[in-house]
């Protein structure tokens, strides 16, 4: 998988020369939180190019760590499913993100600020237990951003998946949140809750809503994990 080999017979060598190329553990935490399908990966790695994704699944499939599978009905899509061995990596993303965690100085976190990637983590771990049993429209707002990257809308229905949109998706707002992306993304970091934001962060809507952002906000599996370092 790698252009050259390490040349070591130990164990972590082997590892790193089929899972330490540019993205390829990136991408393998996608998978292991269960992304299937081509677009949806590409939202879990905006940054990643589609030829170079194509190129990564290709290379993990080769390596015996996913799956590629042809969807009945739909032709030319594919779903990516990890196998046994993918499967045992679940491990080690983890251990990848506590450490990251707990040890990567906080600045240099809030440095890759990335609104797509926070709203699609967000969605993806979104709790809706603590929201009123129909359909829930939550509009964020980050002022600062370029104006077709300020808006975000998650759409809770308990008929269907939970669903992000960058566009008005027509329905009834329940409620507003303004902030900036690095309040936001500390808040999903779990670096401080939403009542620490103080004014930075702004609510219009259904106060209950917003009282209980808190938990039902969709925050990194990694947020429990106390950070050591300032």
């Known amino acids: 998988m790698t252009l050259g080999s390490y040349g070591q017979f130990c164990p ?31 939202r879990g790695v905006p940054r990643m190019s589609p030829t170079l994704l194509s190129q990564r699944l290709h290379e993990l499939e080769v390596a015996g760590i996913v799956t590629r599978t042809l969807i009945p009905d739909e032709p030319n899509v594919h ?5 046994e061995a993918g499967r045992d990596l679940q491990s080690v993303v983890e251990a990848f993100g506590l450490w ?5 100085e906080t600045q240099a976190t809030l440095k890759n600020l990335d ?19 129909h359909r829930i429209v939550v509009q ?14 998650l759409v809770v229905d308990p008929e ?3 669903d992000l949109c ?3 998706p027509g329905y009834d707002v329940d409620l ?12 999903w970091m779990g670096l401080i809750k939403v009542s620490d934001a103080g004014d930075a962060i702004q609510f219009d809507g259904n106060a209950e809503i917003a009282r209980t952002m808190q938990t039902w906000l969709g925050l990194s599996p990694f947020s429990a994990q106390k950070k050591l370092v300032h």
Request: with cysteine.
């Open 100 to 104: 990251g965690q707990k040890w990567i």
């Open 12 to 42: 972590v060598a082997m590892a790193a020369e089929t899972l330490c190329t540019r993205w390829t553990m990136v991408l393998v935490r996608e998978l292991v939180a269960g992304s299937t399908r081509f677009n949806d990966l590409r």
């Open 140 to 153: 964020f707002k980050y002022p600062e951003l370029a104006e077709a990257q300020q808006n975000w809308w």
């Open 160 to 162: 269907a998946e939970i």
């Open 166 to 168: 960058s566009s008005d």
């Open 79 to 83: 779903e990516y499913r990890l196998t």
């Open 115 to 133: 609104p797509s990637l926070l709203m699609w983590d967000m969605r993806r771990n979104l709790n809706p237990a603590p929201l009123p049993k």
């Open 176 to 187: 507003w949140i303004t902030t900036d992306l690095r309040t936001m993304t500390a808040i």
